[in-house]
């Protein structure tokens, strides 16, 4: 059965730093592309980053320079820092593994206000 499970939401104020953490079970963490999605009320899911097996990244525009995506394959893990938070960062923030097949945590709440 595979789990992966969303941790390290919360409110914050504008400015502010959240690390979100994933922790994945049953499946080959280490061969899965991880990566983060995000949804605000209203709009769609949109990926925020994402790390290949390999561990090249990629961000949205909307937060690059402001997150970071790492992966820890001895830890089955996947993290997510934001710094430098805004209002519209906004969102339930989801975990995502990826490889051939896709599978997604529960998602956890970020809300940056003041």
């Known amino acids: 059965q595979v789990q992966l499970v969303e941790s390290g939401g919360g409110l914050v104020q504008p400015g502010g730093s959240l690390r979100l953490s994933c922790a994945a079970s049953g499946i080959r963490f280490s061969i899965y592309a991880m990566g983060w999605y995000r949804q605000a009320p209203g709009k769609q899911r949109e990926l925020v980053a994402a790390?290949?097996?390999?561990?090249?990244?990629n961000y949205a525009n909307s937060v690059k320079g402001r997150f970071t995506i790492s992966r820890d394959n001895a830890k089955n893990t996947v993290y997510l820092q934001m710094n430098s938070l805004k209002p519209e960062d906004t969102a339930v923030y989801y975990c995502n593994a990826d490889r051939i097949v896709r599978y997604w945590g529960q998602g956890t709440q970020v809300t940056v206000s003041s």
């Open positions: 790390v290949t097996s390999g561990g090249s990244t």
